[in-house]
């Protein structure tokens, strides 16, 4: 890629983070009447806005780095082996750091060609081997809340005879 499609592709990337970081960066809204006993909507906009924050913040850094790259000739090489990034892969993320096979690498939960460990990873659970691969640690956990809305089943009549084996 060219010095000046690398530095037209980072000054597009730096205006698009500019806007993002201004419209994040709006006082948040008050709390609607009513709201007072369950804010749980109210904290979970601050979590997301947090995590949108730490997000975009990391990409800035990102920018910051690609920039530096820019000025010193290497931008548009991998970080961890100094392969070339291919111009398609920067023209989709002007901020890329690895090659495509580095980055699918490195993902967690990525499954490799010939691994049998589809179904084995899960977000929420990386380590947990799923019984159906269809349904999530999250949504069977759901299916168990259901069903501690259910009663206790009764003990059944019976006698029931207690030993002390301490008297011996």
Known sequence: MDQAQARALL?????????????????????E???????????????????VDQLLQA???????AEAWLAAGSYGRSVRSGQPIGDERL???PLAELTVEEAAAAEPGTVEEGDDAAGL???GHPFEVLADADITPEEAQASEEDDADEPAPEPSPGIHLERDDRTR
């Open 11 to 31: 000054a597009g990337e730096r205006a698009r983070l500019q806007r993002l970081l201004q419209a994040a960066g709006g006082e948040p809204q008050a709390a």
């Open 33 to 51: 009447p009513g709201d007072e006993v369950d804010d749980a909507d109210r904290r979970n906009a601050e979590e997301i806005g947090m995590a």
């Open 59 to 65: 990409r800035w850094a990102a920018l910051q780095r």
């Open 91 to 93: 023209e989709a993320d």
């Open 121 to 123: 990873v899960s977000a």
